[in-house]
C-alpha cells in the first residue's frame, strides 16, 4: 500500500482508540488519538528515508504494531532498536536484552539494554531519521526516559533528526517525591526531576533538549508529533500493558509507590498474579499471604521465591480510589520498615539509587512521618514547576 493512500484511509475511517476509563473525580475522560496513530503528520517526514524504530509492544497504532503498520505502507524501516523487557516484551525486568532479527519482519533488531545502552555511530551510518515509540508511564525510575535520553543523544552526536510520537502519561495528573540529586545519577534516574514529573515522553524530551541536559551540551534535531484529544486531567487507561509487571492500570497507579521497596527486603509481587499489588515477605505478619514463583518471561527467580510472604494487598484500591488521592504513598513504605522491626539490613544500596537521594532513607530511619517528609519535598517541587511548564504540549 503508498504511503498517499495510507494517510487517506486512516483519515477517512477516523479511527479513534476510545478508552473506556473509569469517571474519576477532578479527571475527564476523552477520545484520545496518540501521535502514532496520527500518521498524516509524520508520514511526509519519514517517506523515503532509512528509518530506524525506537520501539516495544505498546508501539502500536491500534491494534498493529507501529512497524508491522509502517513496513505495510512501504516504509522503509533499516533497523529496530530495543528498549528494557526487548522489542516484542519477551523479557523480564533488568534482564540483558540479546539483539539479533525480529521473526516477523526480518529487520535487524539492536538491543539498547545489553551489551550497550546507547545507540553507536556504526547503529546510526545507514540511517536517515530515528522514530521513538514506547509508551510512559511517568515515573523516573522506569527506565523508557533513559533510553530516550541516550538516543537523544546519539542523534544529536551523530546529526540525525528524531521523531517522537507521543503518547498520554497515565501518572501525568500530578507531580510529586523527591527531586533527584545528581550524586545520585544512574539509569534508573538521569535527571534533576521528581519521581512522579507529570509529563508525557514528547515533552519529556522536549525538556532534555532545552535544560541543556545532553551530554556537552549538544541539542537533539527533535519533532514530537503531539496526541489528540488528550490533556494533564485526561483519565487515560493503557491499552497494551508496557512491562510484563504492570499488568493492568491499578498497577500502573501504585508503581511509584512501590517501587521504592525494589531497594528494601520487601517483595512487591514479583511472580505472582498481582505485581506491584501487594507488599510483604516471610518475616512480616498479616492475615494476607502471597508465595512469589518463577513465571518465564516475567519474573525469573523472584524474591522469596517459593516462600509465604505475609503482609499487605492493595487490590482493593479501585483507579477512581487511587486517584482521588494522587501522589506518592509513603505510608505503606514506612508501615512494612515498622514491621520488619526496623532492621539495619532493611535498605538495600539500591535504595538510594532509586529514590535520588540517600535522604529519604535517612527521614525514615529517623522517624520522620510520611507527611513530614513530604513537607521537605516542596521547594524541589516548586522549582521543577517552573521548568516543566516551559516544555508543556498539554496546558
Not at 469517571?23 to 484520545?32: A, H, M
Not at 545528581?182 to 519529556?204: D, K, L, Q, R
Not at 518475616?283 to 517459593?306: A, D, I, R, W
Request: overall charge neutral; proline content about 7%; some cysteine.
Amino acid at each position: 500500500m503508498k504511503v498517499k493512500h495510507f494517510i487517506s484511509l486512516i483519515i477517512l475511517i477516523q479511527f479513534s482508540v476510545i478508552i473506556q476509563a473509569q469517571i474519576i473525580p477532578g479527571l475527564v475522560t476523552s477520545d484520545v488519538r496518540c501521535g502514532a496513530e496520527r500518521t498524516e503528520l509524520y508520514l511526509q517526514l519519514i517517506s523515503g528515508k532509512r528509518i530506524g524504530v525506537v520501539a516495544n509492544p505498546s508501539s502500536r497504532i491500534h491494534n498493529v504494531h507501529l512497524v508491522d503498520s509502517l513496513t505495510r505502507c512501504g516504509v522503509r524501516v533499516m533497523k529496530i532498536f530495543a528498549p528494557e523487557h526487548g522489542f516484542r516484551g519477551e523479557g523480564e525486568a533488568g534482564a540483558v536484552i540479546q539483539g539479533g532479527v525480529d521473526p516477523v519482519t526480518r529487520i535487524p533488531v539492536i538491543s539498547l539494554y545489553g551489551k550497550h545502552k546507547k545507540p553507536t555511530p556504526d547503529d546510526l551510518a545507514d540511517l536517515d531519521i530515528l522514530v521513538f515509540d514506547i509508551q510512559d508511564v511517568g515515573a523516573r525510575f522506569y527506565t523508557y526516559i533513559s533510553t530516550l535520553h541516550l538516543v537523544m543523544e546519539a542523534c544529536a552526536e551523530g546529526g540525525k533528526p528524531l521523531v517522537v510520537l507521543d503518547r498520554p502519561n497515565p501518572n501525568g495528573f500530578y507531580v510529586d517525591g523527591p527531586v533527584l540529586d545528581t550524586a545520585f545519577h544512574s539509569f534508573v534516574g538521569m535527571h534533576p526531576v521528581p519521581v512522579v514529573y507529570g509529563m508525557t515522553i514528547g515533552e519529556y524530551a522536549r525538556m532534555v533538549n532545552g535544560e541543556g541536559w545532553l551530554k556537552g551540551g549538544v541539542s537533539c534535531s527533535l519533532t514530537v508529533i503531539p496526541c489528540e484529544g488528550y490533556t494533564h486531567q485526561t483519565a487515560y487507561v493503557l491499552p497494551v500493558k508496557p512491562s510484563p509487571n504492570l499488568p493492568d492500570q491499578v498497577s500502573i497507579y501504585l508503581y511509584p509507590s512501590l517501587c521504592f521497596f525494589e531497594g528494601t527486603i520487601i517483595s512487591v509481587g514479583r511472580g505472582t498474579e498481582f505485581p506491584f499489588k501487594v507488599y510483604g515477605s516471610p518475616k512480616m505478619k498479616g492475615s494476607f499471604h502471597f508465595t512469589p514463583q518463577s513465571k518465564p518471561g516475567n519474573s525469573q527467580h523472584p524474591m522469596y521465591e517459593n516462600l509465604v510472604c505475609y503482609g499487605r494487598d492493595l487490590n482493593g484500591n479501585g483507579v477512581t480510589e487511587l486517584s482521588h488521592r494522587p501522589g506518592i504513598m509513603l505510608e505503606w513504605l514506612i508501615d512494612a520498615y515498622e514491621k520488619s522491626g526496623k532492621p539495619s539490613d532493611f535498605f538495600t544500596g539500591y535504595f538510594d539509587t532509586l529514590a535520588g537521594t540517600d535522604r529519604l532513607r535517612r527521614q525514615i530511619q529517623q522517624g520522620m512521618t510520611a507527611d513530614e517528609i513530604r513537607a521537605t519535598w516542596k521547594d524541589g517541587l516548586d522549582r521543577f514547576a517552573a521548568i516543566r511548564c516551559k516544555y508543556l504540549i498539554y496546558k
